[in-house]
């Protein structure tokens, strides 16, 4: 079956603009989280979704959000750029809704680069 | 909050030795995982670890995860070029389904040739 899928894959912004990003989740999977990856902080938690909610966030400021949609696909906007958002993020699905079915799927990523 | 740390953070080793890399939890785990990145790629799963004190092979590869559900590691025994990547951990922040999951920062292996 298809795999994850985000775009876009690469993406150059200004600072200041709002960027949104896309991730659909392997067929069944109703869970989809957002990581930044950053060569200094490695893998950052932002936010998971699950069944359309948002169930689990990181500490990340509110200029990052996003949403799920009720084919489980979901979005990622970042509002009002900074140069610090350059990074790629990556999305994962999972089940998340049997027992020990946490295994997370990984999609390719999104390189953003804020100039 | 939890917090998940990984040593070390880089590794070089000479192809055919073995590399270690160890995972550590503030608070205890119901489950963690595994994954590998290849340079340029994304975190691929490897494997899980559920019961207390369990020991998993894939072929070179043996994971444990700690009697007290607060620790793991993974063992590769003679690398190789392909090993190359960041070993990444993940743990479940807490005994419910919903919670979230935490990664360590990831063990960078080197295979000099």
């Known amino acids: 079956k298809a795999g994850v899928t985000q775009t876009p894959r690469y993406l150059i912004k200004t600072r200041g603009q709002q960027v949104t990003l896309s991730c659909s989740p392997i067929?069944?999977?109703?869970?989809v989280s957002w990581y930044q990856q950053t060569p200094g902080q490695g893998l950052q938690f932002l936010f998971e979704y699950f069944s359309e909610t948002q169930r689990n966030k990181g500490n990340f400021p509110g200029r990052f959000s996003g949403r799920q949609f009720s084919n489980s696909r979901s979005e990622m906007n970042v509002s009002t750029l900074e140069l610090g958002d350059s990074a790629l993020y990556l999305c994962?699905?999972?089940?998340?809704?049997?027992?020990?079915?946490?295994?997370?799927?990984f999609g390719p990523g999104t390189r953003l680069l804020v100039l | 909050g939890q917090q998940v740390m990984q040593i070390p953070q880089y590794q070089h080793v000479q192809e055919g030795e073995d590399f270690t890399t160890y995972c550590n939890s503030s608070?205890?785990?119901?489950?963690i995982q595994w994954y590998k990145q290849r340079p340029g790629g994304h975190p691929v799963f490897l494997i899980q670890?559920?019961?207390?004190?369990e020991v998993k092979k894939q072929k070179r590869l043996t994971f444990q995860f700690g009697e007290a559900k607060k620790n793991s590691s993974l063992h590769i025994t003679a690398t190789q070029t392909t090993d190359v990547g960041t070993y990444f951990c993940a743990g479940q922040d807490g005994m419910n389904r919903d919670d979230k999951i935490i990664f360590g920062k990831g063990t960078r292996l080197h295979i000099l040739p």
């Open positions: 608070t205890t785990l119901s489950n």
């Open positions: 067929s069944g999977h109703r869970s």
């Open positions: 994962a699905s999972s089940r998340r809704d049997s027992s020990y079915e946490e295994t997370q799927y």
């Open positions: 670890l559920v019961k207390s004190g």
